[in-house]
């Protein structure tokens, strides 16, 4: 074992967000269609839960479709609901026998009643497990998940406090992300968990998702490990 496959052992992460960003550009520079990237992307996404779940991490967040999606062709947009359905439908059962939960955090409300449906089958058959927690992050916008939980936290009567707004959040009983991974090249977080990654340490990488393997999640994890966190306090508060 590497001196930083070591390091990563030892300080991981309890949670990782991942903004899933290239599969388009991968198929274009393979000369395919956009399409296909987002196919190669769900294969990865599935070695990702497996790797996160082998390794011990007990929340991992996919930023699949944002809010913001909606935007981009109609075809492309087309085919995106059909691979979410039909993983939905193909991947549950594997989940489950893996003892991964699944959660799609979003506004399922955009969704046909079909799919909302898969979404709510998916979640039912996994709900007892108590390994990974795999959120699914689709139809998700992280100004809206902040209004929604203003919006419910005021309908409940509660103080309004930064604790109780957070229980309202979209992730619900998931801790806040530690490290929040982008790949594809892009420096930005496109409003992805605004509020849940306020202390999160940020990792880019220029690799496109469907090659962001198991050897990539390692580079990020040891780059993590070698991190101080401090939460707004000194180094020698940390370390001493």
Not at 72 to 89: G, Y
Not at 149 to 171: D, F, M, P, R
Not at 225 to 240: D, H, I, N, P
Request: glycine residues 8%.
């Amino acid at each position: 074992m590497s001196n930083n496959q070591s390091a990563t052992i030892n300080k991981l992460p309890q949670h990782i967000a991942i903004i899933m960003d290239g599969n388009g550009r991968w198929a274009q520079a393979r000369g395919k269609k956009r399409v296909l990237g987002h196919k190669a992307g769900m294969e990865r996404a599935r070695e990702m839960a497996e790797t996160c779940g082998e390794l011990g991490v007990k929340f991992l967040t996919l930023f699949a479709f944002s809010s913001e999606n909606w935007n981009r062709p109609p075809e492309e947009v087309s085919f995106l609901m059909d691979l979410f359905a039909t993983s939905l439908k193909n991947e549950s059962k594997k989940l489950n026998k893996n003892n991964v939960q699944l959660k799609v955090i979003g506004d399922k409300a955009g969704f046909n009643k079909g799919l909302q449906k898969a979404i709510d089958k998916a979640e039912d058959l996994t709900a007892k497990n108590d390994g990974l927690i795999l959120n699914i992050a689709a139809n998700y916008g992280g100004r809206w998940d902040i209004l929604q939980a203003s919006q419910q936290l005021l309908s409940s009567g509660e103080e309004l406090s930064e604790a109780n707004l957070a229980k309202h959040l979209a992730t619900g009983i998931s801790a806040d992300p530690d490290l929040l991974i982008r790949t594809g090249g892009e420096k930005r977080i496109s409003n992805f968990l605004l509020w849940q990654a306020a202390y999160s340490e940020l990792y880019f990488s220029d690799v496109l998702w469907p090659d962001f393997d198991r050897e990539q999640l390692q580079l990020a994890l040891a780059d993590y490990a070698q991190r101080q966190r401090r939460f707004g306090k000194t180094g020698e508060q940390v370390t001493g």
